[in-house]
């Protein structure tokens, strides 16, 4: 049985879908690891064996962070270990307009609201209430800036105060009007809670977007119906749900799978160097060295 095949079986995917479309969204900010060539193998083997479509997307807006060497050993790990996708590959930079247009027709909808906080204010606020719920970007956000009148909102934004702006998520599940959920094929139907969502940024201060805007853009811009990623971003799926609600996009099914944790414990993130493919494959292993690796740490 082969190391996709291996991966699927225990996952029991399914989707009535007439032709599967998943993708591996890796972002160039550092080299892949054992955990990514999971990820990457996962989302190939959940399309190929049902004859459908594998993509690969490259989440590059964090522009401080992502790096062209990196782009170039993604493609060049993922051609090591054998995978196949269609091209041309989709850049999530050269597509803010798409992010642009999705932000307008939610702002369009009153749904949006500058958040003038900055990093140190989120902190203190955290550390004051220790105990406070989590979102998927850390603690829940108080509300500071929801509540802000017309008149200081505009102006502090006529001044240049630099800004962030964040989905109102209250109104938002009142503008959708029902109960949400999705579909998780290892974990079955569940319940989308909105107070456990928070108040998320879709547009950054330093670029008119953010990832929870992106992926669910891009997604249903590229017509993928199955999600497989980590299960450390199922949290994240109720944020999605929403959004994919309010800006008409079709649901898609999802798979979060278990993520691979090293001989300590951890789970691999790119700071572990030696895991990473390159310092593998230059201490002679194998495409099949590696899909082993992933079977017994699996």
Known sequence: MTTENTLLSHSALSTTAPLTVTRFAPSPTGLLHLGHAYSALFA???????GGRFLLRLEDIDVGRCRPEFEAAIFEDLQWLGLHWETPVRRQSDHLDDHAAALAHLDDAGLLYPCFCT???LAREAAMSLSAPHSPDGPIYPGTCRNLDKTTREERITSGAPHA???DTAKAMRTIGRPLTFTDSARGRIDVQP???????LARKDIATSYHLAVVVDDARQGVTLITRGEDLLHATPVHRILQTLLGYSEPLYHHHALLHGPDGARYAKRDGAVTLAALRDKGATPEDIRQMIQDHA
């Open 165 to 167: 702006l964040r989905l």
């Open 195 to 201: 107070e456990d969502c928070g108040d998320v940024v």
């Open 44 to 50: 190939e083997a959940a399309a190929t064996d049902k």
């Open 119 to 121: 990093r140190k204010d």
